[in-house]
């Protein structure tokens, strides 16, 4: 699966309101997302089977713990303007009451967990880019899931930003257990993750 961005959309040129308005405008095959990514819109390509089995077990997981107001999306349009980022991760947490408005995206700090999951080809936007987004918008806590890292698929939990930085919380790999903390109070065992 590769990234690829549509069109440059140097966000010294166009403003939040232009980005989001050509996002919004553009036609992409169905099951692909688009994403604004340092002022740039970018395609992604539907995902690998291990990625969607990942996501799919996640959110069974986190559905057992979250409260009944709360809802965890997959397909969730996340602004960060900050960042002049327009993202839509894996799983998003976030309040029903946010989501049950006209629009098609929320603001990122709205949400109460994000996790991406990795792709080979655009890994780096998950480690680098999108968690500076996240910590600067104010998204309590990041789960990535790295099924390419280079010592071998990981899984670390960031939070506890300051000043626009995750600090790690934990860090494991593939196959052992990490504990997501109040408000979800939920061990997640990545054995059960494919390719673990």
Request: net charge negative; hydrophobic share 40%.
């Amino acid at each position: 699966m590769s990234a690829l961005p549509v069109e440059p959309v140097p966000s010294d040129d166009y403003g939040w309101d232009d980005l989001v308005r050509i996002w919004e405008e553009t036609d992409v095959p169905e099951g692909c997302k688009v994403e604004i990514i340092k002022g740039q819109l970018v395609v992604t390509p539907p995902p690998a089977n291990f990625h969607n089995s990942i996501a799919s077990r996640l959110q069974r997981m986190l559905l057992t713990v979250i409260p009944e107001d709360w809802g965890v999306f997959q397909t969730l349009g996340v602004a960060v303007p900050s960042h002049s980022g327009l993202f839509v991760p894996d799983l998003a947490v976030a309040p029903e009451s946010v989501v049950d408005v006209p629009g098609n995206f929320i603001m990122a700090g709205e949400t109460e967990l994000i996790a991406e999951i990795t792709s080979k080809s655009n890994a780096e936007q998950d480690r680098v880019v999108k968690p500076a987004g996240y910590a600067q918008a104010g998204v309590p806590l990041y789960l990535l899931i790295d099924r390419w890292a280079p010592g071998g698929p990981t899984i670390t939990l960031f939070g506890e930003s300051n000043d626009g930085v995750y600090r790690t919380l934990q860090a494991t790999k593939f196959g052992e257990k990490i504990h997501l903390p109040a408000p979800f109070d939920l061990t997640i065992d990545t054995s059960v993750f494919p390719g673990a």
